[in-house]
C-alpha cells in the first residue's frame, strides 16, 4: 500500500483532529512552525501554533535567535488549549530553561493531550537552537510528560551521555556538541556494522532516556554511515525498526520537525504508536523523495509537504 493510499484510509473528513504546535518560527519557511504547519494540513489535521522564538533564518545560516518570554509561551499555549484544545502536541525548538518550565507547566495541566517532544537542539546549517544551560532541563522536565521523545543521534548523544560511532553529521564539532559531551562526562558505545545492528547500537542511549523519564525514544539514524537511512523505535520493551534507501539530496531542512509533526497528527488521527511512527516514517520518505530537486535557496533546501495533493491534481 503506497502512501497516498494509507493517507486516504487515515484521512476522515466528518472529524479534523486539532494538533498544536510549541515550536520556533523559520523565516525561511522550511522547519520549525512552517513546517509543522505544512505536515498538519497535508495529514488532515487543523494545525495551531505557539511561537516559543523567532529567527532569522534560510537555507544557509541562521542570522539571529529572538526567543519570547516564558510567560508569552505560556499565555499563547492556555489561550488555545482553553478554548480549541488538542488531540497531540508536537514540542520543537524551545530554546531556554525558562520557556522549557513554563512549558511543562501547561502541559500538566492537560495530561491527557499525547505529546511528541523533538529535542531540537542544532539546526541543519550547524547554529543552536538551545542553549547549552537548558539540556537538563528538557530532560527533567519534559521527558516524563511526553508520550515519545524523538532525537537525531547527535542530540541522543547529547541527552544520554553516551558517544555512539559511525557519525557522518557536519558540523557538531564546529558548534561544540562533542564538547559538551565530554563536559558531561559521556561514555562510547559501538556503532552499527550494517543497518540490521542499529537498533543494538542505539539501545544503550535510548535506555539511558527512558531511564530518564523517556516513555518511548524513537532514534533518528540518519547521521549515521550507510546505505540505509535506519530509524528505530524503542516502546513497551519492544523494538520497531524502520529502513530506506538513503536519498542524495541537499534538500534536508526541516526533515525532523516534518517528522514528529506528522507523528503527531497520526497519533491525533488515534493510531497506535508503531503505527503513527511506521505512517509517519512513509510520509516522510515521501516528501524527501518528491523534494529531492527542488531549488529553493542555496543551502539546504526543504522537503516537499504536500506531495500526496500535487499526485491527486496531476491525476485529476
Known sequence: MNTNTLLKSLINYSREPKVLSIAGSDSGGGAGIQADLKTFS?????????????????????????????????????????DIGADAIKLGMLFSPEI??????????????????????????????????????????????????????????????????????????????????????????????????????????????MNMGARSVVMKGGHLEGDEAVDVLFHEGKTWTFRHPRVNTPNTHGTGCTYSSAIASTLAHGLNLPEAVQLANEYLYEAICAGANRTIGNGHGPVDHFFALKEAMRDR
Request: hydrophobic letters at 45%; aromatic letters at 4%; a negative charge.
Open 42 to 82: 497535508a495529514l488532515g489535521c487543523y494545525g495551531m501554533s505557539v511561537i516559543t522564538a523567532v529567527t532569522a533564518q534560510n537555507t544557509t545560516d541562521v542570522r539571529g535567535v529572538y526567543p519570547m518570554t516564558a510567560s508569552q509561551v505560556g499565555d499563547q499555549i492556555r489561550a488555545v488549549l482553553e
Open 100 to 209: 522549557i518550565r513554563e512549558t511543562a507547566r501547561c502541559l500538566r495541566e492537560w495530561p491527557e493531550i499525547p505529546v511528541v517532544l523533538d529535542p531540537v537542539m542544532i539546526a541543519k546549517s550547524g547554529d543552536r537552537l538551545l542553549q547549552d544551560d537548558a539540556v537538563d532541563a528538557l530532560s527533567e522536565e519534559l521527558f516524563p510528560l511526553a508520550s515519545v521523545v524523538t532525537p537525531n543521534i547527535p542530540e541522543a548523544e547529547v541527552l544520554s551521555g553516551i558517544r555512539l560511532a559511525g557519525l557522518q553529521g557536519k558540523g557538531w564539532d564546529d558548534v561544540g556538541a562533542l564538547d559538551a559531551l565530554d563536559a558531561r562526562g559521556a561514555m562510547d558505545a559501538r556503532g552499527a556494522k550494517d543497518a540490521g545492528d542499529h537498533a543494538e547500537a542505539m539501545a544503550p542511549m535510548a535506555r539511558k532516556m
